[in-house]
């Protein structure tokens, strides 16, 4: 009598049964938990997706924000140093054109003073000239009046010379 009675092979049934019952309950279960779980990660995984999208849309927006603020700080800067560089060239404008007329002013004050002191040096080598060329007309006449003396007494005595041989006295 090996054979299992049927009770018995009932009550295994139902043990078995209900272990195979609570192990597909569990299998269930944990589907379940699984396909919730998908669920909830997906819900999260697309809330974090449009959470990101706003950030980086924020992000964006600031951004663009600081961007287009440095662009108009930097235009006023630009203009800043634009009208500082004007005055600047302008005041060395006029600092300049104060200098270089101070500098024909004394441009003009020391060519007069060359001039006067031109004028004078011509005067001075005009009367030296006048003076060399009489003292050279001078010295020409008391020349021509030595040679004419010369000449004088050589004539005189050659005519003496001539009068005195004509009239025998040599």
């Excluded at 597909?24 to 974090?48: F, G, P």
């Excluded at 003076?131 to 021509?144: H, I, N, Q, R, V």
């Amino acid at each position: 009598m090996d054979f299992v009675t049927r009770p018995e092979f009932e009550e295994h049934k139902n043990h078995m049964d209900s272990r195979f019952n609570t192990l597909e309950d569990n299998i269930k279960e944990v589907k379940q938990e699984l396909t919730t779980t998908r669920l909830e990660l997906k819900t999260d995984i697309n809330n974090l997706g449009t959470e990101f999208k706003e950030d980086m849309n924020s992000l964006r927006s600031e951004f663009k924000e600081d961007i287009s603020n440095l662009r108009t700080e930097l235009k006023e800067d630009m203009s800043n140093l634009r009208t500082e560089l004007k005055e600047d060239m302008n005041s060395m404008r006029t600092e300049l054109k104060g200098d270089i007329h101070s500098m024909r002013i004394d441009l003009k004050t020391d060519m007069n003073i060359i001039r006067t002191d031109l004028k004078t040096d011509i005067k001075d080598l005009k009367d030296d000239l006048v003076s060399l060329f009489d003292e050279k007309g001078k010295a020409k006449t008391e020349e021509m009046k030595h040679t004419q003396i010369k000449w004088y007494i050589a004539t005189t005595l050659i005519i003496i010379g001539f009068v005195g041989r004509i009239l025998g006295f040599y």
